[in-house]
């Protein structure tokens, strides 16, 4: 006799439970716990990290995460603006630059800003390698920006432009004092996820080249390991990204939330 479909949906989903207790049981019982405690969780050489690993490492991360922020974000709004424009010449540009930025991997944009710049116009960037390294950041982040941006502005009702204009504002007053407050408002959740991700892509600053007080934690990590020949070191900064970016992630799920209501 063919079973009910309640029936059927109630044995498929017991199944997975099992299978997923099944390999939880399995992943438990075939791990060396002693070689994982030995290798990964080795509580002198975690030791050993401290203070550096936070007030340089972690430090330098976030300042490095803010910087790019910050820029990429004033360099987003003109590249936006510039791809709204009603001049053509400035709608290509943005338009080139945001599919340029946006199509390259990060690693090769930092490695062109550190080493093909210098070379090609012998332009020296301030700060050095690691000012060069988040020129490179700030320009990616400036092309992704630009997009949500760009849709944040096109998201405010028409009417709210043509109202402020019939009250006698000038374009650019309107852009700056009514349309782009209602466009930051609906894009903060976008935004705060391209924070997270600049966040982790401190990370490859690495290819500029760093000093002993400019690491991040990825590369203060990594010559932590080379030293202890211990993959403790890499455990200790994932737990101190994750310190920054769960928080930001549940931020992020609050806002829309939050914005999904008011809608």
């Known amino acids: 006799m063919a079973l009910r479909r309640t029936t059927r949906n109630k044995l498929y989903r017991y199944s997975m439970y099992l299978l997923f207790v099944v390999l939880v049981v399995w992943s438990v019982v075939a791990t060396d716990w002693a070689v994982v405690g030995r290798q990964f969780f080795n509580p002198q050489v975690a030791a050993e990290m401290f203070p550096e690993i936070i007030t340089i490492a972690l430090k330098n991360t976030i300042w490095f995460t803010l910087v790019a922020f910050t820029g990429g974000l004033l360099l987003g709004i003109l590249m936006a603006l510039l791809k709204l424009s009603s001049i053509g010449p400035f709608r290509w540009f943005a338009t080139a630059w945001i599919e340029l930025f946006r199509g390259l991997p990060a690693l090769l944009t930092i490695f062109a800003f550190a080493f093909m710049l210098p070379i ?17 950041l700030i320009v990616v982040a400036s092309a992704y920006m630009a997009e949500v941006i760009r849709a944040g502005i096109q998201a405010v009702p028409k009417g709210q432009t043509e109202a402020a204009r019939s009250l006698g504002m000038s374009p650019m007053k309107t852009m700056f004092w009514i349309v782009l407050p209602q ?43 080379t030293a202890n020949a211990n993959a403790t070191p890499l455990i200790m900064a994932a737990m101190l990204y994750l310190l920054v970016t769960i928080p930001l992630t549940r931020v992020v799920a609050w806002l829309e939330r939050k914005m999904a209501k008011q809608r």
């Open 120 to 136: 090609a116009l012998k332009v020296q960037v301030p700060g050095g390698a690691i000012g060069a390294g988040l020129l490179g």
């Open 183 to 225: 466009g930051f408002r609906i894009i903060i959740p976008p935004l705060t996820n391209e924070f997270v991700l600049l966040l982790k892509d401190t990370s490859l600053l690495f290819i500029a080249g760093t000093t002993v007080f400019s690491k991040e934690l990825t590369s203060f990590s990594r010559d932590a390991l």
